[in-house]
């Protein structure tokens, strides 16, 4: 195309990171960009446009709201009018839309931030508030009584009796709170039906 489109080429870039298309691009202000299609081309919300700046970086712009045309007023041939807003600058091929792949039990993933949160899995805390109480009371009365009371909250665990369990639970470890102390945020979590 000549014209309007002979500017800049541009990519389109989806979330997973995969190449969608490349074409010639009319940056029209902060906030718009216009895209040449063709057959091929198909810009979603979520996409990133990129183009190269005169220093090697490239200009990233997230996709909002892309709508597509087959002619414009002013005669232009099929062509994507896009609402982007302006992500930054980045060295070529980095920043911008990454993908990862997130495995194994209680995952994390911060990415310029804090990690403030509590991962609970339910049935390894139950075992290890069992295995702390083998290891902390001698009365062994006492013991049957307390993991009564830890597999009585682990079979209610999501359910209305969850509270109920709990509370009977911290009555009769009262005397060795000390020993369940650090399992008692994860045992709360559950408090929700969690």
Known sequence: MTGLFAEDPCTVVAPDGSLRVTRKALFAGRDLIVVAATPDAMILPGDEIRRE???????????????????????????????????????????????????????????????????????????????????????????????????????ERGGAGYIKAYQHFVSVCADHIGLVTPFLPALTSMLGGG
């Open 53 to 155: 700046l005169p220093n090697g970086t490239e200009e990233v712009f997230e996709v909002i709201d892309p709508v597509f045309y087959k002619t414009g007023l002013t005669g232009k041939g099929p062509h994507y009018q896009v609402k982007v807003r302006r992500k930054g600058a980045y060295a070529a091929h980095t920043g911008g839309n990454y993908t990862i792949h997130v495995s194994g039990s209680n995952p994390r993933v911060n990415i310029h931030s804090q990690d403030h949160s509590v991962n609970v899995a339910a049935d390894s805390v139950f075992g290890d508030v069992a295995s702390a109480l083998k290891d902390g009371v001698g009365d062994p009365r006492k013991l049957e009584e307390i993991l009564a009371s830890v597999e009585s909250m682990k079979r």
